[in-house]
């Protein structure tokens, strides 16, 4: 049975009464044109199922008069008439969480739908669809997986198709709203012709901007509707955050934002008050990364690679540096050639470090040692045919390689651990990794580029990707291949615990395939890679074409079966007890309503086999 959705509400629309009575501020960017005693104003949202309990969501306020606190009655029922109700309750939304109110309903059929809604007086909520877990074993298993949805890039017409497609859950692997100022990280067109402006118009950083932030995102039509179909399991990213976070700092944590501690603490609030994610008795501020059994079928574990432990990502900027060659220069007239160890038993004044140069001129790179030729030199200065060369061995070996980092965290690593070995111990048959960043080894693509017209910051940064190129280093730091002693040890564990690992990535806005390996070459699982909702992809600055740019990628990452980078969309996987396949579904556009979907070929792994069957 399918229930129409509420007709989307008309954030242009006149404000008044509760406007005045309450502030602006906590509309959250909806609209109030009548003088009623509450409004709900985001529509409803479902979240963290089990086999007997789903987190039910809204988020209702005072109209004019009180506005202390509002009590709800919320009920589920079998049918979309509420004749049949299976459980009920009251709740209160208060000023406290932002008058959001989450429930957990409990007592609920397992591997069954519900229509759920929440009523103050005469006042109802839209009606939401959500289904509980199964247990046992279940033919056949329907995931929808979302990622980086980007409010001033355009529409959300992949949540709309999602909303329209008959899922059993919907996996959202983060950046569900992003943290940037107006203007920065958007398109021109969703700004000037289609009206998505951000709120607040600057940066968010403290509670009450990233609560606005999110009040602004769920009046859009298409994100209201995919939350009332569907339930969600969602985990954060950094731009719930700030970008590029990591446990004590984030790229995009500045001089004047503040102490980072705090926003952090901000940020999880606002997110435990606007997501239908199960807030523990630990509360807000409490790891997110759990697990879910969806009944002998598979264990889905969501992880937290962003926040939790994350040490400090490396860049290949700061942290990859030149080689160098040490000299004794006691004797000025005659500075002599040592090596590190040597030099540390003198003192500063006695040594000089200086850049390795090298003479390409002949093919092969020549180091140039003569210390009359090169102490006087830098990169502006050097001869033609000349080049500093990055100390790759030296990087991996003390920072990229160093098994003190870790992605998880090791406390985390630990938790994955023990859920894969009880997960065996119960006989799961998938073991499916919900996260955000990839996983899988992505080298960097050997292209030539016609970088003619392109952006400084665009050709900078290719450059020193193509020079890095041959060097066999991974193409992107801030995923598991910055972290790859983290990595393997949890690929042991999928090796020894888990039968038939999934793994599910989101953050790049492209869509990705791999077939997973460890450090052996040993057969580990699959990934998918969904592809963004509306933030662009690489096609968006690539100096090629997709087709070109793919099958660089392909030559550059052995572990790589499939891969679009020019579509926005989702990723649509179908788990049964013999077989999980993957399709992706992407959108021709953002920038209209009116859009078509195509869809890519499907991707199938059969039980047993750790890696996908067409490729
Ligand atoms: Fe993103």
Redesign the pocket.
């Known amino acids: 049975m399918s229930v129409s959705i509420n007709r989307p509400i008309n954030r242009r629309r006149v404000i008044q009464g509760v406007g005045a009575s309450l502030g602006v501020l906590a509309l959250r960017g909806f609209s109030v044109k009548a003088d009623e005693p509450v409004h709900f104003t985001h529509g409803v949202a479902s979240g963290d199922p089990l086999a007997d309990r789903v987190i039910l969501w809204t988020r209702v306020i005072p109209g004019s008069g009180s506005h202390s606190e509002v009590e709800a009655v919320w009920q589920v029922a079998t049918d979309v008439e509420f004749t049949q109700v299976v459980s009920m309750g009251r709740a209160t939304s208060t000023e406290a969480t932002d008058y959001t109110l989450k429930v957990d309903a409990t007592g609920l059929p397992a591997n069954s739908s519900f229509f759920y809604r929440f009523i103050v007086a005469a006042k109802t909520s839209p009606i939401g669809q959500t289904k509980t877990l199964p247990l046992g074993m279940v033919d056949s298993y329907r995931i929808g997986i979302a ?2 949805s ?1 409010y001033p890039q355009g529409y959300f017409n992949a949540y709309k198709h999602m909303a329209e497609s008959d899922l059993d859950l919907v996996l959202h692997l ?2 569900y709203i ?1 943290e940037y100022a107006e203007g920065r990280y958007a398109s021109k067109v969703a700004l000037e012709q289609l009206g998505r402006n951000v709120e607040p118009t600057s940066e968010i950083l403290n509670l009450e901007d990233y609560r606005m932030r999110y009040g602004l995102y769920r009046t859009d039509p298409d994100l209201m509707a995919v939350h009332q179909r569907h339930p969600f399991i969602c985990v954060w ?3 719930e955050l700030t970008n590029n976070t990591w446990k004590d700092g984030a790229e995009n944590h500045n001089e004047g934002e503040g102490d980072f501690q705090q926003r952090m603490r901000a940020a999880r609030q606002a997110y435990h008050e606007w997501l239908p994610i199960r807030t523990t008795s630990n509360g807000d501020q409490a790891p997110i990364y759990r697990s879910f059994q969806i009944g002998q079928l598979a264990d889905l574990h969501m992880l937290d690679t962003r926040l939790h432990g994350r040490d400090r990502g490396l860049e290949y900027a700061k942290d990859l540096t030149y080689q160098t060659i040490t000299f004794d220069i006691r004797n000025p007239k005659a500075p002599k050639i040592i090596a590190p160890k040597q030099a540390a038993l003198l003192a500063d004044a006695q040594v000089q470090q200086l850049m390795l140069p090298f003479d390409l001129s002949s093919g092969k790179p020549v180091a140039v040692t003569d210390y009359t030729k090169i102490a006087e030199l830098n990169p502006k200065t050097l001869p033609e045919g000349w080049s500093y060369l990055p100390d790759a061995a030296s990087f991996r070996r003390e920072k990229l390689d160093n098994p003190q980092r870790t992605i998880l965290g090791f406390d985390q690593e630990g938790w994955l651990a023990n859920e894969l070995q009880a997960g065996k111990a119960r006989g799961s048959k998938w073991q499916i990794i919900g996260q955000q960043v990839l996983m899988g080894r992505t080298g960097i693509p050997n292209l030539t580029l016609d970088l003619a017209g392109k952006p400084k910051e665009y050709v900078d940064f290719v450059r020193r990707l193509q020079s890095l190129e041959k060097l066999g280093l991974p193409f992107n730091l801030d995923a598991w291949d910055g972290y790859p002693a983290s990595r393997q040890r949890v690929y042991e564990q999928l090796i020894s615990h888990a039968s038939n690992p999934i793994v599910l990535a ?4 492209n869509a990705w395939a791999f077939n997973l390996a460890d450090d052996s070459g040993q057969a580990v699982g699959v990934e998918i890679g969904t592809p ?1 909702i509306s ?1 662009p992809g690489m096609e968006s600055n690539s100096a090629t074409t997709p087709a070109k740019l793919a099958a660089a990628f392909r030559d550059a990452s052995n572990e790589l079966v499939d891969l679009d980078t020019s579509h926005r969309g989702w990723a649509e996987m179908v788990i049964t007890p013999t077989h999980m396949t993957n399709q992706w579904h992407f959108v021709d556009t953002i920038l209209q309503r009116d859009f078509n979907v195509t869809s890519s070929q499907v991707h199938v792994c059969k039980v047993g086999h750790r890696r996908f069957s067409n490729s």
């Open positions: 990622s980086c980007n983060g950046d992003y990213d950094d731009h989101g953050d790049t806005h963004g933030s």
